[in-house]
């Protein structure tokens, strides 16, 4: 019931589009047939009436035809492709329907066999109109398509800046850095020296984060500069209890992933799984070659309650919608949870 209503606008449209087309026509034959000029016979009647049906099956057909390319060849993907492909269907399917029905008229409503050389200067004409009605027509279509992708790509773009004001809060969590301050605390009274190093540290990932956010996307070796100051804020805080490895062959690093997507993970990683002495948690980031997917494997150790997966890994599957039809992958079975992220390769040509 909701998908025949939210259509039904444009069905009102094409049934009024075809009415006016009809009505058109009938007003054009009335004219002609009331002419006091013109002897009006039943011939002349269903001759009018052979193109009215005629006008009819081409405009439903062509409709049909072009509601069928517009999911296969999409304008703005397809152009070139679309602009022959249409053509010609259009071309096959209209030429066609004026032979089929010529020869039907002639067979049905007269005595007169159809005659070759009213099939060609018919076919020839009838060729010329429908190129340059259907030239037109996809001048039409094309404006309206790239309309339409102007609006989406204007919505896309909002949507965009929204899901990255939220990842900058989501960053800028009161928990994280009332835990980093309260370890700043700590290593002042026992490490000056250390203190000042974490500081520098801790200061530069908030400075990335802040500048970050400005980029659609970036290269894997920055934001693996970047997460290595993560991991080292992250190693005073927990120290031997978590094992992070990074294992990435250096010809993957020229390709692109949205910016603070390994932070993200990571953290979010840290914050749903239980980290201690006993039971230290494990993570692991590689290339899946196979895939060309970037890992990140750890070991499940669930916190007590919690059932979601996280609004990093949410925000990152999102922002990676813009960019690629590539599926973030999330795989969990009983001992690990593991997250494929596609990486992204730039077209330089």
Same mark, same amino acid.
């Given at each position: 019931?909701?998908?025949?209503?939210?259509?039904?606008?444009?069905?009102?449209?094409?049934?009024?589009?075809?009415?006016?087309?009809?009505? *058109?026509?009938?007003?054009?034959?009335?004219?002609?047939?009331?002419?006091?000029?013109? %002897?009006?016979?039943?011939?002349?009647?269903?001759?009018?009436?052979?193109?009215?049906?005629?006008?009819?099956?081409?405009?439903? *057909?062509?409709?049909?035809?072009?509601? $069928?390319?517009?999911?296969?060849?999409?304008? &703005?993907?397809?152009?070139?492709?679309?602009?022959?492909?249409?053509?010609?269907?259009? /071309? $096959?399917?209209?030429?066609?329907?004026?032979?089929?029905?010529?020869? /039907?008229?002639?067979?049905?409503? %007269?005595?007169?066999?159809?005659?070759?050389?009213?099939? @060609?200067?018919?076919?020839?004409?009838?060729?010329?109109?429908?190129?340059?009605?259907?030239?037109?027509?996809?001048? #039409?279509?094309?404006?309206?398509?790239?309309?339409?992708?102007?609006?989406?790509?204007?919505?896309?773009?909002?949507?965009? +800046?929204?899901?990255?004001?939220?990842?900058?809060?989501?960053?800028?969590?009161?928990?994280?850095?009332? !835990? !980093?301050?309260?370890?700043?605390?700590? &290593? $002042?009274?026992?490490?000056?020296?250390?203190?000042?190093?974490?500081?520098?540290?801790?200061?530069?990932?908030?400075?990335?984060?802040?500048?970050?956010?400005? !980029?659609?996307?970036?290269?894997?070796?920055?934001?693996?500069?970047?997460?290595?100051?993560? #991991?080292?804020? $992250?190693?005073?805080?927990?120290?031997?209890? @978590?094992?992070?490895? @990074?294992?990435?062959?250096?010809?993957?690093?020229?390709?692109?992933?949205?910016?603070?997507?390994?932070?993200? /993970?990571?953290?979010? %990683? #840290? =914050?749903?799984?239980?980290?201690?002495?006993? =039971?230290?948690?494990? +993570?692991?980031?590689? #290339?899946?070659? *196979?895939?060309?997917?970037?890992?990140?494997?750890?070991? &499940?150790? =669930?916190?007590?309650?919690?059932?979601? =997966?996280?609004?990093?890994?949410?925000?990152?599957?999102?922002?990676?919608?813009?960019?690629?039809?590539?599926?973030?992958?999330?795989?969990? !079975?009983?001992?690990?949870?593991?997250?494929?992220?596609?990486?992204?390769?730039?077209?330089?040509?």
């Amino acid at each position: 019931m909701k998908s025949y209503s939210s259509n039904l606008p444009l069905l009102k449209k094409r049934y009024l589009q075809l009415s006016l087309i009809i009505f *058109g026509l009938i007003l054009i034959s009335s004219i002609y047939l009331l002419s006091p000029e013109l %002897t009006v016979n039943i011939l002349t009647i269903l001759t009018v009436v052979w193109m009215m049906v005629i006008v009819g099956f081409l405009w439903l *057909g062509n409709s049909a035809i072009n509601r $069928i390319l517009n999911k296969i060849f999409p304008w &703005l993907t397809f152009g070139t492709t679309r602009f022959f492909a249409e053509l010609l269907l259009i /071309l $096959i399917y209209s030429l066609i329907v004026i032979n089929g029905s010529y020869y /039907l008229f002639k067979s049905m409503f %007269t005595e007169d066999p159809p005659v070759l050389d009213q099939l @060609i200067v018919m076919n020839i004409y009838g060729g010329v109109l429908i190129v340059i009605v259907t030239s037109v027509y996809f001048g #039409i279509s094309f404006l309206r398509s790239w309309r339409k992708s102007e609006l989406e790509a204007e919505r896309m773009q909002k949507e965009q +800046v929204k899901t990255q004001l939220k990842a900058l809060q989501n960053h800028l969590d009161p928990h994280f850095l009332f !835990n !980093n301050l309260n370890i700043l605390s700590s &290593l $002042i009274d026992r490490d000056k020296e250390q203190s000042k190093v974490f500081l520098e540290h801790f200061a530069e990932v908030y400075r990335g984060l802040l500048k970050k956010d400005l !980029n659609d996307i970036i290269p894997l070796s920055q934001e693996l500069e970047f997460l290595e100051t993560y #991991i080292y804020l $992250i190693k005073i805080r927990f120290e031997e209890n @978590i094992q992070i490895s @990074i294992n990435i062959d250096s010809k993957f690093k020229d390709y692109y992933l949205p910016p603070l997507a390994l932070q993200m /993970l990571l953290e979010n %990683t #840290i =914050k749903h799984n239980k980290i201690t002495e006993t =039971k230290p948690l494990k +993570v692991d980031v590689f #290339i899946d070659e *196979g895939t060309r997917k970037l890992v990140i494997k750890n070991s &499940l150790q =669930k916190k007590t309650g919690q059932v979601d =997966k996280g609004s990093g890994l949410e925000n990152v599957t999102q922002r990676y919608s813009y960019f690629t039809d590539e599926a973030v992958e999330v795989i969990e !079975n009983s001992d690990e949870f593991i997250v494929k992220i596609p990486l992204l390769e730039i077209d330089r040509t």
